[in-house]
T-cell receptor, first 117, second 115 residues
Framework: NAGVTQTPKFRVLKTGQSMTLLCAQDMNHEYMYWYRQDPGMGLRLIHYSVGEGTTAKGEVPDGYNVSRLKKQNFLLGLESAAPSQTSVYFCASSSRQGAEGSDQPQHFGDGTRLSIL | AQSVAQPEDQVNVAEGNPLTVKCTYSVSGNPYLFWYVQYPNRGLQFLLK??????LVKGSYGFEAEFNKSQTSFHLKKPSALVSDSALYFC?????????????FGGGTRVLVKP
């Protein structure tokens, strides 16, 4: 089972460059999320999606955009990369089953390590 | 707004000894609580959850967690730690005020189990 797959795994960018991170899940999950992980700060939610064609802002959305054109894919874009966006980015997905999905765990990819010089 | 605190950045324990990782939470209403583990260069893996029912929840890899409503705590425990339990552990609470099963994570606790 592939689960949640993130590409690329590593990337180095120069300040001002743009790029897109791809997340794909094969579990038919309704919900998808993008987090960033920085030392000592846990995971912080950037954007999330409750279904195909819908997205919403999380805790730290500035400088990022997302799209969910297909249910299985969730894209995270950096239009003009900044050194403050150097981080490890994780995608996750979860099911809506159960009591409004509240009891369903999130399933994570293995991350994209992004360095911006 | 909900929040989660993990007061210890690192926990050191000898192999075979009991392991406890602390977590306290703040929510309005009944909490939905989760523990995740992260091994090096990997994503987070779900360990266990508390939704309702028994205060002692059993999960994967021999871990369990005790929900204490009066102390607003949800500590992770393992009776006998293994070297392979060395990892980063995250406590999380469900955001009950919004759709989408969002979670708020604590800052993480690094566990080091020494042989």
């Amino acid at each position: 089972n592939a689960g949640v797959t993130q590409t690329p795994k590593f990337r180095v960018l120069k300040t001002g460059q743009s790029m897109t991170l791809l997340c794909a899940q094969d579990m038919n999950h309704e919900y998808m999320y993008w987090y960033r992980q920085d030392p000592g700060m846990g995971l912080r939610l950037i954007h999330y999606s409750v279904g195909e064609g819908t997205t919403a802002k999380g805790e730290v959305p500035d400088g990022y955009n997302v799209s969910r054109l297909k249910k299985q894919n969730f894209l995270l874009g950096l239009e003009s990369a900044a050194p403050s966006q150097t981080s490890v980015y994780f995608c996750a997905s979860s099911s809506r089953q159960g009591a409004e999905g509240s009891d369903q765990p999130q399933h994570f990819g293995d991350g994209t390590r992004l360095s911006i010089l | 707004a909900q929040s989660v605190a993990q007061p210890e950045d690192q926990v050191n324990v000898a192999e075979g000894n009991p392991l406890t990782v602390k977590c306290t939470y703040s929510v309005s209403g009944n909490p939905y609580l989760f523990w995740y583990v992260q091994y090096p260069n990997r994503g987070l893996q779900f360990l266990l959850k508390y939704i309702t029912g028994d205060n002692l929840v059993k999960g994967s890899y021999g871990f369990e967690a005790e929900f204490n409503k009066s102390q607003t705590s949800f500590h992770l425990k393992k009776p006998s730690a293994l070297v392979s339990d060395s990892a980063l552990y995250f406590c999380a609470v469900r955001d009950m005020g919004a759709a989408g099963n969002k979670l708020t994570f604590g800052g993480g606790t690094r566990v080091l189990v020494k042989p």
